[in-house]
């Protein structure tokens, strides 16, 4: 199977939103599509599945909470238990409410970061990572639709050209 | 176009004719030109007070703390000050960076890379603080819950002082990602404009080879979304923590239950008001009026006059609650402050934070930049010499009668709270000329319904 690919260009939002659902309507594949900016409903348009990555951030939270809880019961109630001003920490319960902040802080902690690393992963982003996409101007105030050639070459390119592109290029993807 | 809509009766966040490359062209100007005279005049000065400061910095180390003018009755004075003034500038960041964005406040998006860079900043500032004051700074890790020689002898987890180090040091840590997540586009269209090698290499490696897929952005957004919905309670509870180092104290004037809320107001009361003294100046060196407009800081100012007002509210509660109580150590300790030897602070406090943001009712007054710019620097004044009223104030005359004395701060103390004046100023000028100090991939998302172009077009076809 071939790895051609047709890039269409267009220099608006609300165009690339239209062409996408044309694009789709017409049984085409959308490899991908690089924006600017975030365009509202365009993974929806492209039938993308809704993001997991919120119900990780939960998951690591509570991880972040039990961390804390189990760290300050080791540390302050089970390893050195002490009399600090007269207020023993001889039991969790007794102490807990002086362990709430740092309870909070770490699930915050936790949640926020791991959050933040998964998504670097998910979208492989990292120093020194070589940037992928297909124009300079993507960053810019160019929207490229990817579409994957499977058949007529042709045809799928003068079907892009009545989406309203500025430019069309075809190349092979690696 | 129906889906850009936004009613006719707000005003355009984004004003001229602007398409999105010139959206682009504005927020890299600042940062493929050449700095100006006045940049290097400004950078220069803030080096020069950052050495000084070092230079107070390592005598104190040196030393011993005993340079500082503290006392055996004050024992914190102009350090803690310092520390809370700082950390309650780095307050208005996230709180336009996230509060707004759970609250869908478009104009948060011309401000908040700045705000969040100012966050940042002065947290650094903030930081350096407590460490300097532990004395011995090379014994800084003891703060950490880290195992040890002495039998792993923990730290003390019901001081709300090291509450103070994770709250601290999350805050510190989420806004950081938080900010950086959000530079990943802006970086990657300032490395795709690139023409130098070296300026392609540099941003190619800051931005982290962020493409823009929609799959991304789709994560760009959620993770957004999520990070300000842990922010704001974090924002909350950063300074609600920095006010227990005071509240759950014995100390008459510290031992307060209306300290977190009233904590948490003051710190956005001076964030905002340091948005907008670097914000007036910002927008008109780096030509990005455009942007942060007139209506930006009309809105911030705003903010100002409501929190002023509820530190207001806050300093009147507490000489009631005082009286009200019938404690008479708490009634000294407020009557001490206000007409004792320090009487001059706590008017000079009470007029800059209470009275000064009222003017802002005024439409004419709220709108000035230039009166902006003063009330700016007037709040900031007086949010210092409130942490200085409330610290100093409640020690320096405490129980004992005898030992009753005044703090006077040494030239030690004077030089590194402008050391780090100069520190925050020299990485913010080095932060408006290297970085894209707009949030331009959010700002094009909203040019459609916000711009001022597309306003006129949109509302003209509906009359």
Request: no cysteine; net charge neutral.
């Given at each position: 199977?071939?790895?051609?690919?047709?890039?269409?260009?267009?220099?608006?939002?609300?165009?690339?939103?239209?062409?996408?659902?044309?694009?789709?309507?017409?049984?085409?594949?959308?490899?991908?599509?690089?924006?600017?900016f975030p365009v509202h409903g365009l993974d929806k348009a492209m039938g993308l599945k809704g993001t997991r990555i919120a119900i990780t951030a939960f998951l690591y939270g509570c991880v972040g909470l039990v961390f804390s809880i189990w760290m300050m019961d080791y540390m302050m109630i089970r390893d050195w238990p002490q009399d600090i001003g007269g207020k023993p920490s001889f039991a969790f319960i007794q102490n807990m409410p002086a362990f709430v902040p740092i309870m909070f802080e770490m699930t915050v902690f936790f949640a926020a970061h791991l959050m933040v690393i998964t998504f670097y992963m998910r979208s492989k982003l990292w120093p020194f990572k070589e940037a992928e996409n297909p124009d300079p101007r993507t960053t810019d105030d160019m929207f490229v639709m990817e579409v994957i050639v499977d058949g007529n070459e042709d045809e799928l390119v003068s079907f892009l050209k009545k989406t309203g592109t500025v430019e069309i290029k075809v190349t092979e993807k690696h | 176009m129906s889906s850009h809509y936004e009613a006719p009766i707000r005003r355009p966040l984004i004003v001229g004719d602007k398409n999105y490359h010139d959206i682009s062209v504005d927020v890299a100007a600042p940062v493929e030109g050449k700095a100006n005279k006045l940049w290097w005049i400004a950078f220069s000065i803030a080096l020069l007070a950052f050495l000084w400061g070092i230079g107070a910095i390592t005598y104190t180390i040196g030393t011993g703390i005993g340079v500082w003018g503290l006392n055996k009755t004050?024992?914190?004075?102009?350090?803690?000050?310092?520390?809370?003034?700082?950390?309650?500038?780095?307050?208005?960041?996230?709180?336009?960076?996230?509060v707004l964005l759970l609250f869908r406040q478009k104009w948060r998006m011309g401000i908040n890379r700045s705000a969040e860079a100012m966050t940042i900043f002065s947290v650094i500032q903030a930081g350096l603080f407590p460490i300097i004051h532990m004395g011995r700074v090379w014994n800084a890790h003891f703060?950490?819950?880290?195992?040890?020689?002495?039998?792993?002898?923990?730290?003390?987890f019901n001081s709300p002082l090291l509450w103070d180090v994770f709250a601290i040091s999350t805050y510190f840590?989420?806004?950081?990602?938080?900010?950086?997540?959000?530079?990943?586009?802006?970086?990657?269209?300032?490395?795709?404009?690139?023409?130098?090698?070296?300026?392609?290499?540099?941003?190619?490696?800051?931005?982290?080879?962020?493409?823009?897929?929609?799959?991304?952005?789709?994560?760009?957004?959620?993770?957004?979304l999520v990070l300000a919905?842990?922010?704001?309670?974090?924002?909350?509870?950063?300074?609600?923590?920095?006010?227990?180092?005071?509240?759950?104290?014995?100390?008459?004037?510290?031992?307060?239950?209306?300290?977190?809320?009233?904590?948490?107001?003051?710190?956005?009361?001076?964030?905002?008001?340091?948005?907008?003294?670097?914000?007036i100046i910002m927008r008109k060196v780096s030509n990005l009026e455009a942007y942060i407009t007139e209506q930006h800081i009309e809105l911030m100012n705003i903010v100002i006059m409501i929190t002023g007002s509820i530190v207001g509210c806050a300093y009147i509660t507490e000489l009631f609650i005082a009286w009200y109580s019938g404690v008479e150590y708490e009634q000294y300790a407020f009557l001490n402050r206000a007409t004792g030897p320090y009487w001059w602070a706590y008017l000079l406090m009470m007029s800059c934070n209470v009275f000064s943001p009222q003017f802002m009712w005024f439409k004419k007054l709220r709108t000035s930049i230039t009166f902006s710019f003063i009330i700016s620097i007037v709040v900031n004044i007086?949010?210092?010499?409130?942490?200085?009223?409330?610290?100093?104030?409640?020690?320096?005359?405490?129980?004992?009668?005898?030992?009753?004395?005044?703090?006077?701060?040494?030239?030690?103390?004077?030089?590194?709270?402008?050391?780090?004046?100069?520190?925050?100023?020299?990485?913010?000028?080095?932060?408006?000329?290297?970085?894209?100090?707009?949030?331009?991939?959010?700002?094009?998302?909203?040019?459609?319904?916000?711009?001022?172009?597309?306003?006129?077009?949109?509302?003209?076809?509906?009359?």
């Open positions: 199977m071939s790895n051609k690919v047709v890039q269409a260009m267009y220099n608006d939002d609300d165009i690339l939103m239209d062409a996408v659902k044309e694009v789709r309507a017409a049984k085409y594949h959308i490899e991908e599509v690089y924006t600017p | 004050v024992g914190w004075a102009w350090d803690i000050t310092n520390f809370v003034w700082w950390v309650g500038i780095g307050h208005a960041g996230t709180l336009i960076s996230a703060v950490l819950p880290l195992p040890n020689q002495f039998g792993s002898l923990w730290t003390n840590s989420v806004s950081l990602v938080f900010w950086w997540t959000g530079l990943l586009p802006d970086f990657a269209m300032l490395r795709d404009r690139a023409v130098r090698p070296f300026q392609k290499k540099i941003y190619g490696l800051l931005s982290f080879g962020w493409t823009g897929r929609a799959k991304d952005w789709q994560r760009f957004e959620e993770v957004s919905g842990l922010a704001t309670p974090l924002v909350l509870s950063v300074h609600t923590i920095v006010s227990f180092d005071f509240a759950t104290s014995i100390v008459p004037g510290w031992h307060t239950t209306i300290f977190p809320p009233y904590f948490v107001a003051g710190a956005v009361f001076s964030g905002f008001a340091m948005v907008n003294t670097l914000l007086g949010m210092w010499f409130e942490r200085f009223v409330i610290i100093v104030t409640s020690l320096h005359r405490d129980y004992l009668p005898s030992s009753w004395t005044m703090f006077s701060p040494t030239f030690v103390d004077i030089g590194i709270f402008i050391g780090t004046i100069g520190f925050f100023f020299v990485l913010f000028l080095l932060y408006a000329r290297t970085f894209p100090v707009i949030a331009q991939a959010e700002v094009k998302s909203i040019l459609k319904a916000s711009g001022e172009k597309y306003k006129k077009l949109r509302d003209g076809n509906h009359e």
